[in-house]
C-alpha cells in the first residue's frame, strides 16, 4: 500500500491527470552523510498549475528545489521536466531546458555589487539565444520590471531597495527569459503580512500573464491557502500527504495537523 495520504475529494485534482505534466519527480533520493533528507519523494506538477510543497523548516525542501534546477546531484530518482529526463541530457541540451525555468531563490539572492538593470541582464547572457541585441535585452529588463511595477527601480543598487522590493525584482529576475515553470523557494519569508500579501499577488498575475506552471515553497500557511491549487507535504523525506488546502487542513493525521495549528 502507497504510503502517501491522499485526499483526492472529486475537485481536489480535478483535471489535473488531463493536464500536460511539466515536472516529475519519482524516488527523489538525497542524503549527506548519514543525514537522509531525501527518501524517494514524488511530485507532479501539472500545466498551469499552483503547487504549493510545505515541509519544515530542514525536511528538504530547497534541497529538493535544488536538485531540480540542477544546483545539487540527487543520489537517485528521476526528475523529468517538460517531458525530458534531465540525468540523460547533454550539457547544451541541459542548458536550453534550465532556460523554461525560473528560479525564485530563498532570500532573493540578488548580486549586491550588481544594479537592478545588471541582475535581470544576468539571466539573459546565460542564454544569450535568447538576446539578439541592446535593444531587446532593454526591452525584455523593462518589461519584466515593469510586471512587478518596479521600472523605476532599474538604476538603483539592490541595497537602495527594500525587503519587499528585492523580492520583486528577485520575481522580475526570474520570469525574465519567459519561462514554462517557476519554482518559488519561500516567497514570502522575512516580509511582513501586507508585503507577503503584495507579493503573493504578484505570483498570481505573473501566473496568468505568462501562463506558467509554479512550485511553491513555503511553510507560510497563508500564502499556501491563498495561492495553492493543490498541496504536497514533505515529511520525513516522502510526499506525506497530498491534497487541495481545505482537504488537508481538515485531516485528523497529526503530522499533517501540526502544519495549520
Ligand atoms: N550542502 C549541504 N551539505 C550538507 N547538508 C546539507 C546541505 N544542504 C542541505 N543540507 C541538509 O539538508 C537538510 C535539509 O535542508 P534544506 O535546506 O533543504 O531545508 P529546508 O526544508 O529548505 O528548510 P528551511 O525551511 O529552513 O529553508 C538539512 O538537514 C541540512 O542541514
Ligand atoms: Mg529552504
Keep these: 500500500m502507497s504510503r502517501v495520504k491522499e485526499f483526492n475529494t472529486e475537485n481536489s ?10 515536472l516529475e ?16 519523494f514524488n511530485m507532479n506538477l501539472y500545466q498551469g498549475e499552483s503547487l504549493v510543497v510545505m515541509g519544515k523548516s530542514g525536511s528538504g525542501k530547497s534541497v529538493m528545489i535544488k536538485c531540480v534546477v540542477g544546483l545539487m546531484e540527487a543520489d537517485r530518482g528521476s526528475i523529468k ?63 519584466a520590471l515593469e510586471s512587478v511595477k518596479l521600472a523605476h527601480t532599474v538604476d538603483l543598487m539592490p541595497n537602495e531597495l527594500s525587503g519587499g522590493m528585492k523580492r520583486r525584482v528577485a520575481l522580475a529576475r526570474a520570469l525574465i527569459l519567459k519561462p514554462k515553470i517557476i519554482l518559488y523557494d519561500e516567497p514570502t519569508s522575512g516580509l511582513d503580512p501586507i508585503t507577503s500579501k503584495e507579493i503573493i499577488n504578484l505570483m498570481q498575475e505573473v501566473q496568468q500573464k505568462y501562463n506558467t506552471s509554479s512550485l511553491i515553497i513555503t511553510h507560510d500557511v497563508d500564502c499556501a491557502r491563498v495561492i495553492s491549487d493543490r498541496m504536497v507535504l514533505l515529511v520525513d523525506g516522502i510526499n506525506y500527504a497530498e491534497g487541495n488546502f481545505k482537504e488537508l487542513s481538515q485531516s485528523v493525521d497529526p503530522k499533517v495537523r501540526a502544519f495549520f495549528k
Design 25 to 40: 519527480i519519482k524516488d527523489l533520493r538525497k542524503s549527506f552523510g548519514t543525514n537522509k533528507v531525501l527518501n524517494g
Design 81 to 143: 521536466i517538460l517531458g525530458k529526463e534531465l540525468t540523460h541530457l547533454e550539457r547544451a541540451a541541459l542548458d536550453q531546458l534550465r532556460a523554461e525555468i525560473g528560479f525564485l531563490f530563498q532570500g532573493s539572492a540578488l548580486y549586491d555589487s550588481m544594479t537592478v538593470r545588471e541582475n535581470l541582464e544576468f539571466p539573459l547572457r546565460r542564454h544569450a539565444a535568447r538576446m539578439k541585441n541592446d535593444a531587446d535585452t532593454e526591452t525584455l529588463v523593462l518589461e
Design 13 to 22: 485534482t480535478a483535471g489535473a491527470e488531463t493536464r500536460e505534466c511539466v
